[in-house]
């Protein structure tokens, strides 16, 4: 039955993905340069948990079936999952899988990864989260993170799992899924400016998220040719900026930037 049960809800995502016309945000822009290196996000859950291996496996199914790949797609015109299936991956598993409520963690300053409006969560790590649970059967709860919190907010029960987690082989407090995606930072301008390449920066303005300072300081000579430097809570603020006029070029993921440019 949960097998069955499972097999009906795929068909139902791919059925809902369909009709959906791409969310995006405005034309224009342009990515100028790389920032930093290749960085992966995934799915923290409490040490040695076993919703870990339960939702790993889902999340190989879900990417095997294609639900995962038209979830990207929709959110970013591409395919940017980086997780894998064959198909099978639950077989020896679903006895193992209660019906439950799981509360997941989210940053919801991180569009288009996860934020809050007047109908509810939306974004791709909520969209991924709801598969996930729908897939099996679990009811599921969104709860607002900081991101910096997760360890915390894991060992406090308050969370049972948090979505878009950097994996860091300095973190041991926590288990992690397999990277779903993989992302760079990139500096990204309007095409209508006179922004090129990261030199073109010299001595004007650079936007960036508050959460993403640490990332910024990993290139000091760059932060000390910039003119200002200007901060945001979350990333349609950094993209509303750099289309006003307000900052010549901002520091994004490349997934976010993939959402914007599309």
């Known amino acids: 039955m949960k097998r069955f049960r499972a097999a009906l809800s795929a068909l139902l995502c791919l059925w809902l993905l369909l009709p959906m016309t791409a969310c995006g945000g405005e034309s224009g822009y342009r990515v100028v340069d790389?920032?930093?290196?290749?960085?992966?996000?995934?799915?923290?859950?409490?040490?040695?948990?076993?919703?870990?291996?339960?939702?790993?496996?889902?999340?190989?199914?879900?990417?095997?079936n294609g639900t995962l790949r038209s979830a990207?797609?929709?959110?970013?015109?591409?395919?940017?999952?980086?997780?894998?299936?064959?198909?099978?991956?639950?077989d020896e598993l679903w006895d193992d899988?209660?019906?439950?409520?799981?509360?997941?963690?989210?940053?919801?300053?991180?569009?288009?990864?996860?934020?809050?409006?007047?109908?509810g969560y939306l974004g791709f790590d909520v969209d991924v989260a709801n598969y996930i649970?729908?897939?099996?059967?679990?009811?599921?709860?969104i709860y607002p993170i900081d991101p910096a919190d997760v360890a915390v907010e894991l060992a406090s029960g308050n969370i049972d799992m948090a979505m878009g987690v950097p994996v860091s082989e300095e973190t041991a407090s926590y288990?992690?899924?397999?990277?779903?995606?993989?992302?760079?930072?990139?500096?990204?301008?309007r095409v209508s400016g006179r922004v090129r390449d990261r030199s073109a920066l010299k001595g004007k303005t650079l936007g960036v998220a508050i959460g993403d300072?640490?990332?910024l300081q990993q290139d000091q000579k760059f932060v000390d040719s910039l003119g200002a430097i200007t901060y945001q809570t979350n990333t349609d603020g950094l993209f509303q900026a750099l289309l006003n006029g307000e900052v010549d070029g901002i520091l994004v993921s490349s997934v976010v930037a993939a959402y914007y440019m599309k």
């Open 72 to 90: 990207s797609v929709r959110w970013f015109g591409e395919n940017l999952v980086s997780i894998r299936g064959e198909g099978g991956e639950m």
């Open 213 to 215: 300072i640490d990332i």
């Open 97 to 119: 899988v209660e019906d439950r409520t799981v509360t997941v963690g989210v940053d919801i300053t991180n569009m288009p990864m996860s934020y809050e409006t007047a109908e």
């Open 34 to 64: 790389t920032y930093s290196a290749e960085g992966s996000y995934a799915i923290a859950f409490r040490k040695d948990d076993r919703i870990c291996e339960i939702v790993t496996a889902a999340m190989r199914e879900l990417a095997n």
């Open 175 to 189: 288990s992690y899924s397999p990277a779903y995606l993989t992302s760079r930072y990139v500096l990204v301008a």
């Open 133 to 141: 649970c729908g897939y099996l059967g679990w009811s599921m709860v």
